[in-house]
């Protein structure tokens, strides 16, 4: 099967296009290339790089009405950050997780896990989800 990482110099689209590498039954290539965004307006300093949340939920609105390819759009915790894949995760639809401990966090380990095996086991379809780690 073919598949396109897009992203795949980021946190997480390195991570993912490792993990899918390994698979021998995936041809894995590399593309370089959310709804909290009212809230991630309101960071200090957002104005620098707030256009990237902005065109990504332009991007779901846009897949949301696509209806000839299967598409799969997740969205990661609150904090997203490099490392390795939790022991589990929770997952959810158009809503901010946290986990038992009160934290919105997941690594780019877990989003790697998920991603892979939605690729190789999909249950999602034309739809975006939400990330935990547990």
Same mark, same amino acid.
């Given at each position: 099967?073919?598949?396109?990482? %897009? ?42 790089? %707030? ?30 950050? +490099?490392?390795?894949?939790? +022991? ?30 939605? %690729? ?15």
């Amino acid at each position: 099967m073919k598949v396109g990482i %897009i992203g795949a110099s980021g946190m997480a689209g390195s991570a993912i296009y490792k993990l899918a590498s390994q698979n021998k039954d995936l041809e894995v290539t590399g593309i370089d290339n959310h709804l909290v965004v009212e809230d991630i307006k309101k960071l200090t300093g957002s104005e620098n790089w %707030i256009n990237t949340p902005k065109e990504q939920l332009n991007e779901l609105n846009y897949l949301k009405q696509v209806e000839d390819v299967d598409w799969l759009g997740i969205s990661p915790a609150l904090t997203f950050e +490099a490392g390795p894949e939790a +022991a589990g995760y929770m997952l959810g639809n158009d809503t901010l997780l946290y986990n038992n401990n009160n934290e919105s966090k997941v690594t780019s380990g877990t989003m790697a896990r998920l991603v892979v095996n939605e %690729i190789v086991h999909p249950e999602h379809h034309k739809e975006r989800i939400t990330l935990v780690d547990e």
